[in-house]
């Protein structure tokens, strides 16, 4: 497990970038956290990480977003869709098993449709601008990530 | 001969002939799949929208895998009612325009994909429209607009000041530096419990509420910034409400979406009144979804009467994404000859400042 408190949202993007130095295209990260915790922070440090020019925005009216960079990022909020997220052939695995790197908000309803080797990111709020992030990594691959995110970061 | 020289011939018979043109829209860069023929660049013939909503609201956003399978299945029947509808057939067309970015890219292609079959079909010219762009010529259907002109953007994607010197050609004075206005709107009427699209329904509770039952704050950045920033307000509302939930108080929904309407309009009206001041230009175009917006309407046109400016909205039926206004906004590239080669893409991000540099298949007179 990797975890540290960032005091600006500067700091929580600058950890994101770090984490997507380490990533390769089919990774996938679950993302969770509370409204205005700073996950849409956190997912921009990750654009700037794996090279994507464009400004991140949060997937509120398009539920997935797609950006080009040096891996291509794939950026879904599954809140709204809920349980028919997983039911429904809308094509989200197509994005989990793409060429790019998948950040999923929400993931808890398409738990079934998740690799068994992902990342969990959860970021919580412990005050005005105090973050505290968290990230685990379930299956081999993840766990070498987060090892290696220990390693870079504490030097 | 090559479909370059045959559209050069058509072009040229048609501008000798001095007959008005027509133009055929396509736009399906997101929910809608729309198409329309306007003549000379005014005159709408036809405006014919397929709206997704109704699917898209089972799941409270739009699916991209989904709008594309719905434009594949309406975007044939769009056109040939646009043009039923407009009385003409494909042999009448000027030329045919498309909405080739920003937008979704699955949903883009099916519009592109549609618009190159028929100019390849047809040996007709191309235009490539930047969808902005589009909901500024929005304002120009309803005639009498000219540049130059400053355009308030404001949608669900974008918070923009823009100055349009000519037509086709545009300058950014101010944007939003993290959330847009209308993402602002969904997400505060997310945590408040209200319905799928929230801007509306936080409009018309507005209306009902007191603005000064509470202060949000104004995010007016450094002095004489034309950028804008809603992501601090929209925290101070949820935190607002978190609070309140927290203390066991409840707060009036409608004061709520009064005092968090009143902050974002605030800005808005104050920033466009800053960009008229700095660049001398009295005529302001609102465009966008956001434009919809009964509050920003009133306060934005007493404020303009004031200041003494004219600020044009085009009307409702055109904030919304359609096919007439891309028609419209191709219509300069259309008398200039300039238009784009049949490898046109669609891209899912596209500057509206690099509309203008094309790259273009240029047939002057």
């Known amino acids: 497990m990797f975890q540290t408190i960032t005091h600006t949202p500067q700091a929580t993007r600058s950890i994101a970038a770090q984490l997507a130095e380490l990533l390769e295209p089919g990774d996938v990260l679950t993302l969770s956290g509370d409204l205005g915790a700073g996950k849409t922070t956190f997912t921009q440090g990750l654009a700037e990480g794996l090279g994507v020019a464009d400004r991140v925005n949060s997937p509120t009216f398009t539920l997935i977003r797609e950006y080009e960079g040096r891996i291509p990022l794939y950026h879904m909020d599954v809140y709204r869709l809920g349980e028919q997220a997983a039911a429904e052939d809308l094509g989200i695995d197509e994005y989990l098993y793409g060429d790019g790197v998948s950040v999923i908000e929400w993931a808890e309803y398409i738990e079934s449709l998740l690799p068994e080797d992902h990342l969990q990111i959860k970021i919580r709020s412990l005050a005005e601008s105090e973050r505290e992030i968290t990230i685990s990594g379930q299956g081999d691959r993840s766990a070498r990530i987060v090892e290696e995110l220990n390693r870079r970061c504490r030097i | ?365």
């Open chain 2, 1 to 365: 001969m090559g479909w370059v020289e045959q559209v050069r011939q058509k072009y040229r018979r048609d501008r000798e002939a001095g007959t008005p043109s027509l133009i055929l829209g396509i736009e399906t860069s997101c929910d809608e799949t729309s198409a329309a023929v306007v003549r000379d660049g005014q005159e709408v013939l036809s405006n014919v929208i397929a709206s997704q909503i109704e699917i898209h609201q089972q799941f409270g956003g739009v699916v991209p895998e989904v709008a594309s399978r719905r434009h594949v299945e309406n975007v044939t029947p769009v056109v040939q009612q646009a043009l039923d509808q407009a009385n003409v057939g494909l042999e009448d067309l000027s030329a045919v325009a498309v909405t080739y970015g920003p937008g979704l890219v699955g949903a883009l292609l099916v519009g592109v994909t549609a618009a190159k079959a028929i100019a390849f079909a047809k040996s007709i010219p191309l235009i490539g429209v930047h969808h902005i762009a589009g909901h500024i010529y929005a304002n120009f259907l309803a005639g009498g607009l000219e540049p130059p002109l400053l355009a308030l953007v404001v949608s669900g994607g974008h918070t923009e000041l823009v100055y349009m010197p000519e037509h086709g050609q545009f300058e950014f004075l101010g944007r939003t530096r993290d959330d847009a206005a209308g993402e602002a709107y969904d997400k505060v009427a997310r945590s408040m419990g209200l319905s799928y699209p929230g801007g509306p329904v936080i409009d018309k509770l507005a209306r009902e509420g007191d603005p000064a039952k509470m202060v949000f704050p104004r995010a007016w950045l450094e002095e004489g910034s034309m950028d804008f920033s809603f992501s601090g307000l929209k925290s101070a509302v949820i935190n607002t409400l978190h609070n309140a939930e927290q203390r066991g108080e409840r707060l009036e929904p409608a004061d709520v979406a009064a005092a968090f309407q009143a902050s974002v309009l605030d800005v808005l009206i104050e920033k466009t009144v800053l960009a008229v001041r700095k660049t001398g230009v009295v005529n302001v175009a609102v465009a966008g979804g956001v434009a919809a917006n009964r509050g920003l309407r009133e306060q934005l046109q007493a404020r303009a009467k004031q200041e003494g400016f004219s600020v044009l909205f085009p009307p409702i039926s055109l904030c919304t994404d359609n096919a007439a206004m891309i028609a419209a906004a191709a219509y300069p590239f259309y008398r200039k000859g300039w238009f784009h080669h049949l490898d046109l893409n669609g891209y899912a991000s596209l500057p509206l400042t690099e509309w203008q540099e094309g790259p273009f298949l240029k047939l002057h007179e």
